[in-house]
């Protein structure tokens, strides 16, 4: 048996954790530069809010509705996130960290023998320990419990909890899952299928094997097979290793200078060198990107990119700086409004298994002084050394107006509780 | 780097970088140190170190810290800005110091509790208890295990 338990509107129950006087009001959470709405709690969706919409097409429904708005809070979402899967690792032997808010757990045949009560157990103490609802399904596949999560939300009366057990019929609910909330079938793939008729998961178990490889090829395959109760994917325990790490973002306003472009990329270079040394990795191949906002067709536009091979692999922040910043004066081009720069690293190796070269020494230095500032920060928090190229005022930086506090990460953030009444209470 | 030349527009090269000539390369005659006082006598004894964490946080993934505002609580020791110690995971009794949900807001108080009465009582006179009933629900957000308090 397989289980997916997922949080429940993640990013807008942890900013409810430490502010119960929210228990009740809707709640959204905002993408990075304020842009759109990527949470919202289940009030807020009553209202209508949709998922994904830009936040200024909904701010009469907001400020009508007195909905909580909030600016995403990571260093939170990503603290508390951790600790909810702890909890579960506690509790399971084998768990798969599918996202910030989803993992799977393998239950072993047997083991227990009230699905349905472990699962209840399981539920409460995630929600006691870290103070996260979460929906749990169980099911004999992933792709099942996937389906069965969704279930466990949707339904009132599944109570966050649904469990489809080995050889139970399942062909009338199957018939109620649009092919497009199948795990594994994407928006392309859906699109293609329905066109050819097949609309919901039902249809799509129904399919001939050999149909299915040559349309779906064999992913798809596994797909349906896995809707029909064969477990064809298994527990991921290791994650794979990373490919490419890209660090972009939108800018809170759009930037003109060269200037401001060269704080921008120089800040997400060093923040891709983090994320290189933090993983045990190096790169060999760095690649600049910017581009104006294409949305507004009455500008002028232009977007480029350059990529630089480095001589040998590195997760030096200068060294990552000093050729970004050389791709971003070459791309460059003055009389636009950019919108979006970014830094994307490719060939990445592994620390361990490096290379060394036949006419340069291994540079012992750097690594411990890359070290040296990571600690620093690790220990004081972001920024506390960072490279003066990387700017100090940062004006292009994304908007972010409604932060809550980093209330696990930051001692001078820490919730407060009160050691006193509130005047409205009248004395016992 | 500071040096480049523009190749021909129609050529797959872009640019070319001189190469760099002025690196050296210092060889290490010898790449770890060696030791040659006499070993220490406590080697063998050597303790790991304590670590505090181990001591105030027994389960981390439920424990949380949040500062206090306000001197309700001095009489359990608790003061103004200090630190406390929250674990999620623990179940409150009678006598323990919760962090309860009072009109929306975190506070701290000492959980009174028997058959027949529920209070939330403060620890310095000034300060009233809160008695709980039906009509007012309690939720308790945790149990404060420590108070870190600076001296």
């Known amino acids: 048996m397989f289980g997916l338990i997922d949080c429940n509107n993640f990013y807008a129950s942890c900013e409810r954790l430490f502010r119960p006087d929210l228990a009740r009001r809707p709640v959204v959470v905002l993408s990075n530069n304020d842009g759109c709405i990527i949470a919202r709690s289940n009030e807020a969706k009553a209202l209508g809010i949709g998922m994904g919409t830009p936040y200024f097409k909904q701010e009469p429904l907001i400020r009508k509705h007195d909905v909580a708005v909030f600016s995403s809070n990571y260093p939170l979402y990503g603290d508390i996130s951790q600790r909810v899967m702890d909890v579960l690792m506690r509790l399971e032997p084998d768990v798969e960290v599918y996202s910030i808010d989803e993992a799977f757990i393998r239950l072993p045949m ?37 389906i069965a999560n969704r279930f466990a939300k949707k339904n009132p009366s599944a109570a966050g909890i649904f469990v489809i057990t080995e050889g139970q019929p399942l062909d ?48 798809g395959l596994r797909t349906a097979m896995e809707l029909r109760g064969i477990p064809c994917i298994s527990l991921e325990k290791t994650l794979p290793a990373r490919k490419s790490i890209c660090t972009s973002r939108s800018f809170g306003q759009p930037v003109h200078t060269l200037g401001d472009l060269q704080e921008a990329v120089a800040t997400y270079a060093s923040q891709a060198a983090y994320k290189l040394r933090r993983g045990g990795l190096r790169t060999t191949v760095v690649d600049v990107f910017i581009r104006t906002n294409s949305f507004k067709k009455d500008e002028p536009q232009y977007c480029s990119r350059r990529t630089f091979t480095l001589p040998a692999p590195s997760s030096h922040t200068a060294t990552l700086i000093k050729v970004a910043l050389a791709s971003l004066e070459a791309i460059y081009r003055p009389g636009y409004r950019y919108q979006k720069a970014g830094v994307l690293l490719n060939g990445l190796v592994p620390e361990s298994r490096e290379q060394l070269r036949l006419f340069q020494a291994p540079t012992p230095r750097a690594a411990s002084l890359m070290k040296a500032v990571d600690d620093i920060n690790k220990r004081w928090g972001r920024d506390t050394i960072c490279s003066a190229a990387a700017g100090l005022s940062r004006e292009w930086h994304f908007r972010q107006m ?7 990460t930051r001692w001078s953030e820490l919730p407060i509780a009160k050691a006193s009444f509130p005047e409205s209470f009248s004395v016992a | 780097m500071n040096k480049r030349w523009p190749a021909k527009k129609t050529s797959s090269i872009k640019e ?32 790991r170190k304590l670590d505090l964490n181990e001591h105030l946080v027994k389960n981390p993934a439920a424990t949380f810290f949040v500062r206090v505002a306000g001197d309700s609580m001095t009489g359990a020791g608790i003061n103004d800005n200090d630190i406390l110690v929250v674990d999620r995971s623990l179940e409150p009794c009678n006598g323990s110091i919760v962090i309860a949900v009072v009109n929306g807001e975190l506070t701290v108080k000492r959980l009174l509790k028997n058959k027949n009465s529920c209070r939330l009582a403060a620890e310095n006179p000034d300060y009233p208890d809160l008695e709980i009933d039906e009509e007012t629900p309690l939720e308790i957000w945790g149990v404060a295990t420590y108070a870190i308090h600076s001296l």
């Not at chain 1, 409604?402 to 696990?408: E, F, L």
């Not at chain 2, 070319?16 to 080697?43: E, K, Y």
């Open chain 1, 110 to 146: 047997g083991k227990h023998h009230d699905l349905k009560n472990w699962a209840r157990f399981l539920k409460a103490t995630v929600q006691k320990h870290t103070g996260i609802p979460v929906s749990i399904g169980l099911a004999p596949t992933k792709t099942l419990a996937k």
């Open chain 1, 172 to 219: 009338s609910l199957l018939a109620t899952v649009d092919i497009g909330d199948i795990w594994g079938i994407g928006r392309r793939h859906s699109a293609r299928l329905k066109k050819q008729a097949i609309h919901t998961a039902l249809e799509l178990k129904n399919c001939p094997d050999a149909w299915l490889r040559k349309q779906l090829t064999v992913t």
């Open chain 1, 402 to 408: 409604k932060k809550s506090p980093a209330y696990t």
């Open chain 2, 16 to 47: 070319i970088f001189p190469a760099a000539c002025g690196t050296s390369l210092p060889r290490p005659l010898f790449l770890s140190g060696v030791s040659a006082g006499f070993p220490s006598p406590a080697d063998d004894y050597l303790d």
